[in-house]
Structures are given as structure tokens and as C-alpha cells.
């Protein structure tokens, strides 16, 4: 028995549900993303159905974009946003307020994607970096601006890294890069070091703190036209934030007591609805 598309989107959604929507002649191509797997009908379907399954747990989303390759065309996409997990004494799982990682797959990450990055290891010129995934991802230490044989970055253990994917082969261990299109930093580097002229280094305040959030609430933040919580945080404390798409934020205010403040802020918005989440915003002081 499967369950009405439609009625599913914004909802949380188990393994195992399987759900159906109809395909009108000159209806828009659909494109299914993580977590959900299109399913073939054992019989002719005199509807037209579409059936998907879901492979994860999480909230499904559901947007219209227009496809690039044909002016004029648009396409359905679907996928399911995993929910963070956190184990409990009970051995149950239930949803982390401020910390649990979600786990990756490098087919969820495109080339340029922004991320965040803890330095686990190092061998010889590669660092190898957790980004949420089973295997590390590798980080070259000439992949910086203005790195050199003799002028490399200062990158120690634990170091978090704002870096951009520059290899997601789901094949292929996934590459990482500090350096756009044209050679510039362009904010990625090393975070919390106010170390100005430093190879490798992002700049701005000193120390900082990294909080995990799921990936509808990072997405957002970025959407600040639809959804302003960083700039009516912005206006009562004077912050910098970095927003990964592996459902990590890096924040750094003027005091721990603000970067606390700021980041139960974000943190909140995952489980309320956004007018009471901008409300929280602007009664902070």
C-alpha cells in the first residue's frame, strides 16, 4: 500500500514507505536525491503512477527547479533530509539539539560544494579531514592561496577547515581544495586564527565553536532572502559564521558567552517553526 506523495512532503519519513504521485503527459522530469529510490510497477499502471521508496530515515523535501540543459524545462526534485541521531542510555535513538554528525556519502556532495572539516591525520603533503563521512576526505597543503613548497599552511591536528569539494567521485576518495576558480581563498582556510598575512589562513576572531544542524537548516541559513536568522542575529551581536553542506556551522563571536547565545540560536531552528525561531532572534540581547 503505498502512501500519497503529496501529503509527505515536510514530513518525517521512515525505510520502507513507499509512496506514489502521478505522471501527467508533459508533466516535469523528477530527479530522486539521497534516501529515496524510484521503484519500477510489477503490472502496466493505468495512472501513470510513479513509486518511490525511502531508504532513510528523515524529513522528505520536495522543490521545482528549471534544468539548465533545456531553456524552459523544468524538473522535480525529491530527496530525504537525514535527521541527526544521537545514541541514548536506553539504547534508543532520538534527535541532538546541538552535535550528533550525520553520516555522508561523497554521491551527496557536487564539485564546489562548501564544507566543514576536522584534521584527523597527516602523511607527508596531504591532510586527511573528517567531513561526516566513513572515509576521510585529503586536503593538499599547496591547495591553499599563495602555498608553496617553502610557504606552507600551519595546519595542526584537530584544525577545522572551511574547504570546498573538488573531487566527489562515489568511486574515489573525495579531494578537497581551499582555492575557487581563480586561485583566491575566498574566505576558505584554516578557522579561529587571527593570524593576518599566514598561508592557509581564513582570517577573522580568534577561537570559535562548530555545532551540527541538519541539511534543510543549513540550506536555509544561506537563504537569507526567504529565511534572515544570521542577519537579525547580525544586528544584536557582531558574529562570523560558516555554513557547510555536511550540516556543520562554524561561529565566532566577541565573547563565549555570545558565541553560546548564537549558536542555541541556530540550533533552535530545527525544531521550531521559523516565525518563532526570528521572534527568539530578535528578543536575544
Known amino acids: 500500500m503505498s502512501r500519497d506523495f503529496i501529503q509527505c512532503v515536510g514530513r518525517i519519513v521512515i525505510p520502507g514507505m513507499l509512496l506514489s504521485t502521478s505522471a501527467a503527459n508533459g508533466a516535469p522530469a523528477w530527479s530522486l536525491g539521497s534516501g529515496i529510490v524510484h521503484v519500477p510497477p510489477r503490472n502496466a499502471d493505468p495512472d501513470n503512477a510513479i513509486y518511490m521508496l525511502v531508504r532513510k530515515l528523515g524529513i522528505l523535501r520536495h522543490t521545482v527547479v528549471a534544468t539548465k540543459e533545456a531553456v524552459g524545462t523544468q524538473t522535480n526534485r525529491v530527496w530525504v533530509d537525514a535527521l541527526p541521531l544521537v545514541a541514548t542510555v536506553a539504547g534508543a535513538a532520538a534527535p541532538s539539539l546541538a552535535g550528533a554528525s550525520q553520516a555522508f556519502h561523497a554521491a551527496q556532495f557536487c564539485v564546489g560544494d562548501r564544507i566543514l572539516g576536522v584534521v584527523k591525520k597527516k602523511a607527508g603533503e596531504i591532510f586527511y579531514l573528517d567531513i561526516g563521512c566513513p572515509a576521510l576526505a585529503s586536503l593538499n597543503a599547496l591547495a591553499f592561496e599563495g602555498a608553496s613548497k617553502k610557504n606552507r599552511p600551519d595546519i595542526r ?6 574547504a570546498a569539494i573538488s573531487q566527489a567521485d562515489p568511486d574515489l576518495e573525495i579531494e578537497l581544495t581551499c582555492m575557487d576558480e581563480a586561485g583566491k581563498a575566498a574566505g576558505m582556510g584554516i578557522l579561529g586564527r587571527h593570524e593576518p598575512g599566514l598561508v592557509g589562513n581564513a582570517g577573522g576572531m580568534n577561537g570559535g565553536v562548530m555545532i551540527s544542524c541538519s541539511l534543510e537548516l543549513a540550506r536555509r541559513l544561506t537563504n537569507t532572502a526567504n529565511f534572515p536568522l544570521v542577519e ?6 557582531p558574529f562570523e559564521i560558516c555554513v557547510g553542506c555536511n550540516g556543520r556551522v562554524w561561529l565566532t563571536a566577541r565573547s563565549p558567552r555570545e ?10 531552528a530545527d ?5 518563532v525561531c526570528l521572534q527568539f532572534a530578535e528578543d536575544l540581547y
Not at 232 to 237: A, D, P, Q, S, V
Not at 271 to 275: D, F, K, N
Open 271 to 275: 525544531y521550531v517553526v521559523p516565525e
Open 259 to 268: 558565541t553560546m547565545l548564537l549558536a542555541n540560536a541556530i540550533a533552535l
Open 232 to 237: 537579525k542575529l547580525g544586528k544584536r551581536f
Open 157 to 162: 591536528l584537530r584544525d577545522v577547515i572551511y
